[in-house]
């Protein structure tokens, strides 16, 4: 028999709710609202808030959302983090590679019990968000710090212009405009950040835009070809900008009736890019005389796998 694997990879995402229900998203919001690095308010504030008035509010609106983009098999997100996965799994046959969410199902820390259980001492963790921030791949280091015990530990913090990844992206553009034709403008949306957190420190907006830039010269586009936008915005203080939605009303306002949509920072399609884009969005601009037309996640295609193997392999100076 072959030796057992002394090396695991976790390959980490946000989280989801296990059904499209009010009552499964309120708990996983709740779990997720809780995380001190997703809310920055004091407790006492921030948790009557949260239980009195969002949860009641918004868990049967994200419930709605979620039934229009469930799967046969579950949530995008949860369906397509395991199926990269697998793929890692395929191209790290030495390893043992399993996937787990910050939030949510399965939880990082039962994976990481059950991986020590199985006798493995080393482990590379992938969040899968390419670029870093303190409210994603820091929350994730914060249950490591609390849980990994006695691992040999080595986290990937951001992969925002590694190489392979960058070509990926790419191209999946390029084979997506060569099926569908090139719309008159590419869009990059990445989910937002409040901008209080990029004026503390939090490199996430730079990383965004370095991505983008790698991205745009791998694609071979001019600057008027292209824009960086943010979506996603919670609450009544200032995100990062460009928005998203209202970039999109300035480019029907400027007469663009085809418009192309990529979202670099998801490593998988979920709520935020099936819905929000590819419903929510496609309206909006719908509404105003235009066609948005949304490119997918890279997901498990061949060379998003092949790019976080290799990623998750230089994490330990590995060969195999």
């Not at 709710?17 to 504030?45: C, G, K, M, N, S």
């Not at 949530?75 to 046959?93: E, G």
């Not at 997506?176 to 990445?190: K, V």
Request: aromatic letters at 8%.
């Amino acid at each position: 028999m072959p030796d057992a694997p002394n090396t695991a990879l976790i390959a980490v995402n946000l989280g989801t709710p296990e059904a499209p229900t009010a009552p499964a998203v309120r708990r996983y919001l709740a779990e997720f609202l809780h995380d001190p690095r997703v809310v920055q308010l004091p407790r006492w504030i921030w948790y009557p808030l949260l239980h009195g008035l969002i949860l009641p509010l918004r868990g049967p609106k994200a419930a709605h959302k979620y039934q229009q983009i469930w799967l046969a098999d579950g949530s995008p997100l949860a369906v397509y983090t395991r199926q990269l996965a697998h793929a890692l799994q395929q191209r790290l046959p030495q390893w043992r590679v399993l996937d787990a969410m910050r939030y949510g199902q399965p939880a990082l820390p039962a994976q990481l019990r059950a991986l020590r259980e199985q006798g493995i001492r080393r482990l590379v963790v992938l969040p899968l968000y390419p670029q870093y921030s303190t409210t994603t791949t820091e929350s994730v280091k914060d249950v490591l710090a609390r849980d990994a015990g006695d691992f040999e530990v080595h986290v990937v913090e951001q992969y925002a212009t590694d190489a392979s990844w960058v070509a990926a992206v790419a191209d999946s553009i390029t084979r997506w405009r060569q099926q569908h034709g090139a719309g008159e403008h590419l869009l990059f949306s990445y989910h937002g950040l409040p901008q209080r957190l990029a004026r503390a420190g939090d490199p996430y907006p730079q990383q965004c835009e370095a991505s983008t830039r790698a991205i745009v010269q791998a694609l071979g586009l001019s600057d008027d070809q292209w824009t960086l936008t943010y979506q996603s915005r919670f609450g009544k203080e200032r995100w990062l900008e460009p928005a998203t939605d209202l970039s999109l009303d300035a480019l029907a306002a400027r007469g663009q009736r085809q418009v192309d949509v990529v979202c670099p920072g998801f490593a998988v399609d979920c709520l935020e890019t099936l819905e929000e884009v590819g419903i929510g969005f496609v309206e909006r601009f719908a509404a105003q005389g235009g066609q948005l037309r949304y490119i997918p996640c890279l997901n498990a295609e061949p060379a998003h796998a092949d790019a976080l193997a290799a990623i998750a392999r230089q994490a330990v100076g590995a060969s195999e």
